[in-house]
């Protein structure tokens, strides 16, 4: 039987074996999302990241800063990515657990569109005075704090950031009135302090520990659950203010989003755990006053959900809102 040509053209093609794709990594570079600009805290901790999963996955890792909103363009960006394990996103507690209570219109849905993968590092907060505010302890202050409510100002980097929504805090369990004055940024506020023109502020400390080592700041308390590696001989807030319990950690991680592939997750989080748990991590950070707190995917995601629950009532209770 003679076959019609169009079918002899056709044998060739059934014929021919599809072709694999690559297994993840080997296809192309991930390219992980920094959702804040080039310098600053973040930008490092997700250079060092993208530095540390490459190491481990033996692939490439571009970092792609991509900043604005408080690190909401960014997320969003990476929220709507394909999920097939070539984007990542460097995650904060200000955009994965502060973020969704003070933005109610964002354009992706935190809990929703992207997945923990697994946590770097922290780092603590810090309550700073003036040099001349007249309290040597944080319990002083709030002693002062009761005898004048509203009168102390406290000052954070802008409205809806960690510093503020720590403030609000510590007044809720102290149960006192300091006046939150926002800044836009630690620059600005920090120029206040140590002109005295700001009687306390709530903040990341590593920047603050040069003005602290030379007296132009007092470092009252840390908000970390255990005395703070870079800041020896000052108390907890606990300690201080003999209110047990009370912590509050800056945190990073890595996010994907949602219906990325089980095993590259998988693979993605033994790479964190890994790669920040070595001395090259550690050394790294400590270098920033940052310390590695590696948590894979089951505890990173454990923590998110207790952070989101935890400063969504901070949010409710203080009626916080960000225009």
């Avoid at 909103?69 to 990515?81: I, R």
């Avoid at 502060?98 to 946590?119: N, T």
Wanted: aromatic share 6%.
């Amino acid at each position: 039987m003679t076959l019609p040509r169009r079918a002899l053209l056709a044998l060739p093609l059934l014929a021919t074996p599809a072709i694999a794709q690559p297994a993840w990594p080997a296809a192309r570079p991930l390219r992980l999302v920094v959702p804040f600009p080039p310098g600053g805290a973040t930008d490092a901790v997700g250079r060092l990241t993208g530095t540390l999963i490459s190491q481990q996955i033996g692939q490439q890792v571009i970092i792609e800063n991509r900043g604005g909103a408080g690190g909401n363009l960014g997320a969003e960006l990476a929220a709507k990515a394909d999920p097939d394990g070539y984007t990542l996103l460097i995650t904060t507690i200000s955009a994965a657990a502060m973020g969704p209570h003070l933005y109610p219109r964002l354009g992706y849905d935190p809990m929703r569109d992207l997945v923990p993968v697994g946590q770097s590092c922290h780092v603590c907060n810090g309550i700073m005075a003036r040099p001349d505010l007249p309290v040597a302890t944080l319990k002083q202050a709030l002693e002062l704090a009761k005898r004048r409510p509203g009168e102390l100002v406290y000052g954070s980097p802008g409205n809806g950031t960690s510093g503020h929504l720590v403030g609000e805090y510590l007044n809720r369990n102290a149960g006192v009135t300091m006046q939150h004055v926002p800044y836009r940024g630690t620059a600005p506020m920090m120029t206040d302090l140590l002109g005295g023109r700001l009687d306390l502020v709530h903040d990341n400390l590593p920047g603050y520990l040069p003005a602290i080592r030379d007296g132009r700041a007092k470092l009252l308390a840390v908000t970390s659950p255990q005395p703070w590696f870079a800041a020896p001989g000052t108390p907890t807030v606990a300690e201080a203010a003999d209110l047990p319990g009370f912590s509050a950690m800056i945190w990073w991680g890595v996010q994907v989003p949602t219906g990325t592939p089980e095993p590259i997750m998988d693979r993605l989080s033994a790479a964190m755990v890994a790669g920040f748990s070595g001395t090259e991590a550690r050394d790294r950070l400590h270098q920033l006053g940052i310390e590695p707190a590696p948590l894979d995917r089951a505890a990173f995601t454990a923590h998110v959900a207790a952070e989101y629950r935890k400063w969504g009532e901070v949010v409710r209770q203080a009626g916080i809102r960000v225009d």
